[in-house]
């Protein structure tokens, strides 16, 4: 089955740039999406399809995928952006698959 | 916009079957191919796993290793779809999320999830 590998933590200063890693075999062949979670809430879509976003997320907000890792982007960080951070495919069976989650942490 | 509620059980029994529905509002199940129709669980302090899905036509993809436990369905006239796993153990405690995919663009992201229900397995 497909695998998708991510940091277990990051760390990032306010006004600073985080990113965040995903990695698959060949995943640049597949379009990647990004999904920003908030303690006790659910997850909410801020990047598909590599790079583009959904209506209200903001624009600090980037993706990009090529070979074997993607990557998502946050500029600017703002406390508001501590959270988790899941990406997620459709592997060649059309199975869903989600990275293990990254633990964002504003300092 | 689409709102999705989960609604079912939060305590189940070790082997015994889970069964949670999803009311969609806002948009008809079946206003069209543009979706599918998906659930994700949670467990505590874990990451996310796909349980599977089902189409506007109603075929289904699960999870393999899921496969030989999990059931979706979809009920159109009602605006709902529904899980249902058997066999649950301790394994399978998680927060439950219904989740709507969108076929609209190349890669079919999750673009609306349900607040999702809590499911204990315990006697």
């Known amino acids: 089955s497909y695998v998708l590998t991510q940091p277990p933590s990051e760390s990032v200063a306010p006004g600073k740039t985080a990113r965040i890693t995903c990695g698959g075999n060949?995943?640049?062949?597949?379009?990647v999406h990004w999904y920003q979670q908030k303690p006790g809430q659910a997850p909410v879509l801020v990047v598909y399809d590599d790079s583009d976003r959904p209506s209200g997320i903001p624009e600090r907000f980037s993706g990009a995928n090529s070979v074997n890792t993607a990557t998502l982007t946050i500029s600017r960080v703002e406390a508001g952006d501590e959270a988790d951070y899941y990406c997620h495919v459709w592997d060649n069976g059309g199975d869903g698959v989600f990275g293990g989650g990254t633990k964002l942490t504003v300092l | 916009q689409v709102q999705l509620q989960e609604s079912g059980p939060r305590l189940v029994k070790p082997s015994g079957t889970l069964s949670l529905t999803c009311d969609v509002s806002g948009d008809s199940i079946s206003s069209g191919n543009w979706w599918s129709w998906t659930w994700v669980r949670q467990p505590p302090g874990k990451g996310l796993e796909w349980i599977g899905e089902i189409s506007h036509s109603g075929s289904t993809n699960y999870n393999p290793s899921l496969k030989s436990r999990v059931t979706i369905s979809v009920d159109k006239s009602k605006d709902q779809f529904s899980l249902r796993l058997i066999s649950m153990t301790a394994a399978d405690t998680a927060v439950y999320y219904c989740?709507?995919?969108?076929?609209?663009?190349?890669?079919?992201?999750?673009?609306?999830w349900g607040q999702g229900t809590l499911v204990t397995v315990s006697s």
């Open positions: 060949n995943i640049g062949s597949k379009r």
């Open positions: 989740a709507r995919v969108s076929l609209t663009y190349g890669g079919n992201p999750v673009d609306s």
